[in-house]
């Protein structure tokens, strides 16, 4: 193993450079991934440019989309509280978010809305690296999760954000046989509800988008898909004038809030999925909540379990990566590859940092 590493650092608001770090040596109680792919998603976008900045330390590793292997593991990594019996060599993802454990979120189950939390890829070393050395806190609750079966590395890297699609889709009490659901917005995220709420049988997923080739990938899975300006009219042609079941907000536009509420049908679920700009505000009217009984959820981040349950679906070939994993770049190739997220090439881009 060499003694360092080309890591892409954030170093300041705007100030993104491929610098040399040395390669970490696990501690007492801390795992080491060798890292094999890591997407990006439009969060690293905003991390990039100096859009946000809540949660970040400066002088940290990028990457929080991750698939790696078990590279080396410190002294009395044993006892860990999922049972997992972690070995070298073994394929491993790292559930991002480091939480206290003690405040009253964790406490409810909630540990991803943890008030003190810490999250991979803003304040600890991501997966933009040949390594990731996972903290000994983190090791200790669990946040090494192993694969059960070997699977594409690109795969294993969007466990993260299947992981957060699998919180919202509880957090709005998921789908119902032969329901209707309505995907806003045809991205990776959309994508992957899509393919969710199809596996747990919704009668037709809707999904709204203007791009034509993301609309392809999702017909490719499965899905109805028509142009935004005409959402409204096939859903009523889809459903006879009733509305949508489930609608879920796969882009953080915020007049999409009442949009999302319109389509609704009577005792509909809405998922406000995406997350919208600091300070945004939307303008609803709040009796087609009322009188609708329209329920209204979010959905941030996500749970261990959240994690487990989404390596497992991944495990199992419920989710196909090839329609969402577009484009793979490696380490050196980082500016083209944000370039390419930037421009909408493709639906999502991986990088190899062993390339």
């Avoid at 590279?71 to 559930?95: F, H, K, N, Y």
């Avoid at 964790?106 to 997966?127: F, K, N, P, W």
């Avoid at 009984?293 to 994690?307: P, Q, W, Y």
Wanted: proline share 6%; charged share 20%.
């Amino acid at each position: 193993m060499t003694s360092t590493m080309p890591a892409l650092t954030l170093r300041g608001p705007g100030d993104v450079a491929l610098i040399d770090k040395p390669v970490p040596e696990p501690g007492p109680g801390e795992v080491l991934l060798a890292v094999e792919a890591t997407t990006i998603c439009g969060t690293d976008l905003r991390l990039i440019s100096g859009q946000k900045t809540s949660g970040v330390r400066y002088g940290a590793t990028l990457g929080h989309e991750v698939a790696g292997r078990i590279a080396a593991i410190g002294e009395g990594v044993t006892d860990l509280p999922t049972g997992a019996d972690l070995r070298v060599g073994q394929q491993a993802t790292v559930s991002i978010v480091v939480s206290c454990g003690t405040c009253r979120a964790c406490q409810s189950g909630r540990e991803h809305l943890c008030t003190s939390m810490e999250l991979v890829g803003y304040a600890i070393d991501g997966g933009l690296a040949p390594y990731l050395l996972v903290p000994a806190r983190a090791v200790a609750r669990g946040n090494v999760i192993p694969v059960p079966d070997e699977i594409p590395a690109n795969r294993l890297a969007i466990a993260e954000p299947m992981s957060c699609v699998l919180n919202g889709h509880r957090r709005h009490g998921g789908v119902n046989p032969g329901e209707t659901v309505v995907v806003i917005g045809g991205g990776p995220i959309g994508l992957l509800h899509t393919q969710l709420n199809l596996a747990s049988g919704a009668a037709q997923v809707i999904l709204s988008e203007n791009n034509e080739s993301r609309r392809a990938s999702a017909e490719q899975l499965g899905a109805i898909t028509t142009a935004p300006d005409d959402l409204e009219s096939v859903l009523a042609e889809r459903t006879g004038g009733w509305g949508a079941d489930v609608v879920v907000v796969a882009i953080g536009l915020p007049f999409l809030a009442q949009t999302s509420l319109s389509l609704a049908a009577p005792g509909g679920r809405v998922s406000w999925f995406a997350g919208f700009p600091k300070d945004a505000t939307a303008e609803v009217d709040p009796n087609t909540v009322h009188y609708g009984e329209v329920t209204v959820s979010g959905g941030s981040n996500a749970r261990r379990a959240d994690v487990h349950d989404a390596v497992r679906l991944l495990s199992r070939g419920v989710i196909d990566e090839k329609p969402i994993v577009t484009h793979t770049f490696g380490l050196s190739e980082w500016e083209a590859a944000i370039d390419a997220v930037k421009n909408h090439v493709g639906v999502k881009i991986a990088i190899d940092p062993t390339r």
